[in-house]
């Protein structure tokens, strides 16, 4: 007996395809696609990221490889993600219903993070100032006004 949901697909299938979504949804905050993948991710993004605040080595070496032992994405994940999660302990995510596919009429939906997540890192202010515009370029007018 099989348990969890096959989507049509063998096991190593099935698992690349989860995993694929799991590191798109790290990395893009949000995903888009059928409602029967994200019921199917939903439940193992809660334990990774469960996994990630206990913190101990077996802890994120697990999470490394059910990430494709991939390190950038098991550093985004115990870092930025989890502290986002600070005192909540489930429910990470939040499913919105979209309309149905016009090609196939399957239900799709969009899965992202309950609490707002930005990866990019914002300069401080004090090196925003220090850059400088860099002097205009000569062009063929300016050469020909100099003379």
């Known amino acids: 007996m099989v348990f969890g949901r096959k989507l049509s697909r063998g096991r190593k299938a099935r698992e690349a395809l989860f995993r694929s979504l799991i590191k798109a949804l ?19 993004i809660d334990k990774l990221i469960t996994l990630s605040k206990k ?12 990430l494709g032992n991939n390190r950038v994405l098991a550093q985004i994940l115990s870092g ?3 502290k986002a999660f600070g005192t909540r302990t489930s429910g990470f995510t939040r499913m919105t219903l979209l309309s149905r596919r016009k090609g196939d009429a399957a239900e799709m939906a969009r899965l992202e993070w309950v609490e707002k997540i930005s990866l990019e890192e ?18 063929k007018k300016t050469v020909k006004k100099a003379k």
């Open 26 to 44: 790290i990395i893009s905050g949000k995903i888009t696609t059928t409602k029967a993948k994200i019921k199917a991710i939903q439940g193992e």
């Open 55 to 66: 913190g101990t080595l077996s802890a994120e070496k697990r999470v490394s490889a059910i």
């Open 80 to 82: 930025k993600i989890v």
């Open 122 to 139: 914002k300069k401080p202010a004090a090196k925003a100032k220090q850059e400088t515009k860099a002097p205009p370029k000569k062009t």
